[in-house]
């Protein structure tokens, strides 16, 4: 104990309150042998006065790192969406400039693919393949009847249902649907990945922000910061060692975030890298255009053919004479590259500014009670401290390493287990690194086979094969619905042919993100299918699933 009377009364300020002399009794938590000025009420608004101090600590230590996330989550949306918009537009120009005819009421399907993209890359549960199926569901009563039969009048809603039913069994577009679909898988994982990173990095903030602090905790935290004020010691401040082991305690369970935090920053890193390392989402999305074009080509191409399987399934629709289609107008694909070089150039800048700072803030999580105990609340130059019980030349107890286990031999608080919640966020972490690890490695080794193989023939070999899966945004067998069939389910069933919309909730860059969830099943037949055949594709769906690896 510190005896010299001379230092004590350098500290002292009790002229600002009225020492009196209490029972111990009275004190839970600044019990003392000398007079002093606290009452139990005082304890009370000082447990309060502590839990809003951490609070606001931990929030200004995590400002920067939130506000580099919420930045970077800025930039990204903004890119994407503008490459979207770019995309959308050149597709919408197809048909303004190449397919007139068809340019009006192809605009609502053209806007619900790129809604559907943008979807996908913000975590909805849905799937590219999905729509891009949806999307070809709904061309081919387009192209059908305004390009390859232009004489057709009646295109009653019975009608144009059985052309989208008979699109999954006939396949007018060739292999420009399936090609479209791996493409677009390809590229835009990456893109939903990163989505799903950013918003986890949010929550885990919020909820290390959040985090209620234990009743060990705050006792022991007003023990060191204002017990000291009742001997009327305003001035001294705790002793290092001491607000190491207060701090370590408290943040036990923050601290066991370290190791999937630092996992989750290379993951982070991974994901930005790749999509910086080449352009495949801008030439995957702009190159829509021209896999449309191509794929109306080819249905033109096969017109006679599409025409007769068509007459025998949906039978034959009322005509204006015999008019021929000779509105093949072969486009070739425009190039923007000044719009994509600039989109590009600014997420990548904004990228290598992001992933500088995280690589730094890989020790956050391990090194956060070092950083509280720095400043001003600590003693480094004086020669005496406060050491949760008087005024001392130096702290002599032990001081534990961070970590929970480490927390055993604290001799300043006794922690009792894991935060529910930062057990529940390391579990999110350690799921993401490895559902992430996994996913790039499936990746890596499909795409470097299918390189290898017959080139050109890359997307054939994944038609034939089913092998583009939900992992990479597909269904799997969503064009092996037969037409026959679905249409005898139809007519027996023909009411309640709306389907919920899938939905999505952007980052939240304020309160923890919230999971995403899909009310809709996701059927290829699009907006309108009947009970009969949602069940037919719920119970292909659930085969289909037991197949594949889920998200």
């Not at 929970?404 to 009792?416: F, G, H, M, S, Y």
Request: proline share 3%; aromatic share 6%.
């Amino acid at each position: 104990m510190y005896q010299n009377g001379s230092n004590i009364r350098k500290y002292s300020a009790q002229s600002l309150c009225a020492v009196v002399k209490k029972a111990e009794s009275d004190l839970q938590i600044c019990q003392h042998r000398a007079p002093t000025c606290c009452t139990k009420k005082m304890e009370e608004s000082y447990q309060a006065a502590v839990r809003r101090e951490r609070y606001q600590s931990i929030q200004a230590m995590n400002f920067e790192l939130n506000y580099m996330i919420v930045g970077y989550v800025t930039a990204f949306q903004e890119a994407f969406e503008s490459l979207l918009r770019l995309a959308e537009n050149r597709t919408s120009s197809l048909f303004e400039t190449a397919y007139r005819p068809m340019a009006k009421e192809a605009a609502e399907p053209v806007k619900k693919l790129f809604r559907d993209i943008s979807l996908y890359i913000l975590g909805a549960e849905t799937t590219v393949e999905g729509a891009v199926l949806r999307f070809f569901d709904s061309l081919f009563p387009l192209v059908y009847s305004r390009l390859i039969n232009p004489g057709i009048t009646d295109l009653s809603e019975d009608y144009t249902e059985c052309l989208r039913l008979t699109r999954q069994d006939i396949n007018p577009f060739g292999r420009y649907s399936k090609n479209m679909v791996t493409e677009l898988s390809k590229s835009l994982w990456a893109s939903r990945m990163l989505s799903q990173a950013l918003s986890l990095g949010i929550e885990v903030i919020n909820t290390t922000e959040h985090a209620v602090l234990s009743k060990e905790c705050s006792r022991a935290l007003v023990k060191m910061q204002y017990c000291p004020h009742c001997q009327g010691l305003t001035l001294i401040r705790p002793c290092v060692g001491y607000c190491l082991n207060v701090m370590r305690g408290c943040l036990a369970s923050v601290s066991e975030l370290d190791a999937q935090w630092r996992e989750y920053i290379s993951t982070l890193e991974y994901l930005t890298n790749e999509m910086a390392a080449s352009h495949d989402l801008e030439i995957a999305l702009t190159g829509i255009r021209n896999s449309i074009n191509e794929a109306i080509l080819h249905a033109q191409l096969n017109g006679p053919q599409l025409s007769a399987t068509v007459d025998k399934v949906c039978g034959q629709p009322k005509q204006e004479g015999n008019l021929s289609s000779d509105h093949i107008v072969p486009v070739k694909e425009a190039t923007e590259t000044q719009a994509l070089v600039m989109a590009h150039a600014s997420l990548n800048n904004k990228r290598r500014e992001f992933i500088n700072y995280m690589k730094r803030s890989r020790t956050f999580y391990a090194s956060i009670a070092e950083r509280l105990c720095e400043g001003d609340l600590v003693m480094k130059d004086s020669s005496t401290c406060w050491n949760g019980e008087d005024v001392v030349e130096s702290y002599t107890s032990r001081v534990v390493s961070s970590g929970l286990k480490a927390q055993i031999n604290n001799p300043e608080l006794k922690v009792r287990g894991l935060d529910p919640l930062i057990s529940n966020l390391i579990d999110k972490l350690q799921h993401f690194n490895q559902l992430d690890a996994e996913k790039a490695k499936l990746k890596l080794e499909r795409w470097a086979s299918r390189d290898a193989g017959s080139g050109g023939g890359r997307s054939e070999e994944m038609e034939a094969s089913g092998d583009c899966d939900d992992e990479d945004g597909c269904q799997g067998s969503g064009d092996r619905i037969h037409t026959a069939d679905i249409l005898k389910d139809k007519k027996a069933h023909p009411e309640n042919r709306n389907e919920p919309k899938p939905t999505v909730k952007k980052i939240d860059t304020t309160t923890t993100t919230s999971t995403v969830k899909s009310s809709s099943k996701h059927s290829v037949t699009g907006s309108g299918s009947s009970p009969a055949l949602s069940s037919s594709l719920v119970i292909l769906t659930a085969l289909a699933v037991l197949w594949h690896c889920p998200l």
